[in-house]
């Protein structure tokens, strides 16, 4: 039977980022996808001009609606806006009978905020113990932890913070220090590097819901974590190193990338 993934997330009505990636990676990997839509944005490559949550009990009604008929196999989180909605999803994750990624979404690439401050609070509180794998970046990586990274052993350290608070695994990736960008894999058991090369262009809008949406696509396959990060990790050196160029600010990556083994 054809594998389903469910993306709990914001729109982007340029396509790069939010559902609209998620939707086209999951595609891409062979997996059909769900969507359940948590705020509305009104954005393209250059900047973001507004946005506009859903109610709690609307986001839930999306979920419960797919996930009690099409049964997915692995979901994940983007964008969650506010408190309510933050907590409402935790409440029905304790539920879930598939894997959960959590991607902290707290910032635009433009810079506009898509998580409230209460909003962190409560995601590190309700929903990251609910997580099978949380994939920050290192500003959300120090948000979450009040950690200062600057270095691959600030990565591991905050990537343990991270685990004491409750989720499984931890992937923080690293594309925002100096250097080739590494990304660390830290669970309970082990600690594992995956590199990449950097990539000198602007385009790179809707990098980490590309990322996160492939690693749950990968889960819904039946891969294990490892795998599925690493095919994930190849698949974003692609859809980088191919982005189409489109717009005229932060142009999206190339979801047409082929995907990892």
């Known amino acids: 039977m054809l594998p389903v993934a469910l993306t709990i997330a914001g729109s982007d009505p340029s396509g790069g980022a939010g559902i609209q990636a998620d939707l086209k990676t999951f595609h891409q990997f062979g997996v059909y996808g769900a969507a359940a839509i948590t705020l509305i944005t009104v954005q393209n490559?250059?900047?973001?001009?507004?946005?506009?949550?859903?109610?709690?009990d609307l986001v839930i009604q999306q979920i419960?609606?797919?996930?009690s008929d099409l049964s997915p196999a692995a979901a994940k989180t983007g964008a969650l806006a506010d408190a309510a909605v933050v907590e409402a999803v935790a409440a029905l994750a304790a539920s879930f009978s598939f894997p959960l990624v959590v991607d902290p979404v707290m910032v635009s690439k433009h810079g506009a905020r898509l998580l409230t401050p209460q909003a962190e609070d409560a995601l590190k509180r309700e929903l990251l113990p609910k997580a099978a794998l949380?994939?920050?970046?290192?500003?959300?990586?120090?948000a979450l932890t009040g950690s200062y990274i600057q270095t691959e052993s600030d990565m591991q350290d905050a990537a343990r913070r991270l685990l004491d608070i409750g989720c499984r695994a931890v992937l923080i990736k690293g594309g925002h220090l100096a250097g080739e960008p590494v990304d660390i894999l830290c669970t309970a058991e082990k600690i594992t590097r995956f590199a990449g090369a950097r990539v000198q262009t602007t385009h790179t809008h809707g990098t980490g819901c590309t990322y996160s949406a492939a690693i749950t696509a990968g889960l819904a396959l039946g891969k294990s974590l490892e795998d599925a990060v690493s095919s994930a990790k190849r698949f974003i050196q692609r859809a980088i190193e191919?982005?189409?160029?489109?717009?005229?600010?932060?142009?999206?990556?190339?979801?047409?990338?082929?995907?990892?083994?």
Not at 45 to 54: F, M, Y
Request: charged letters at 15%; proline letters at 11%; aromatic letters at 4%.
């Open 45 to 56: 490559t250059r900047n973001v001009a507004r946005v506009e949550p859903l109610a709690a």
């Open 64 to 67: 419960e609606a797919v996930v």
């Open 242 to 261: 191919t982005a189409p160029g489109l717009g005229h600010g932060y142009g999206p990556v190339n979801h047409f990338a082929a995907p990892a083994g």
């Open 134 to 142: 949380v994939t920050p970046n290192i500003a959300e990586a120090e």
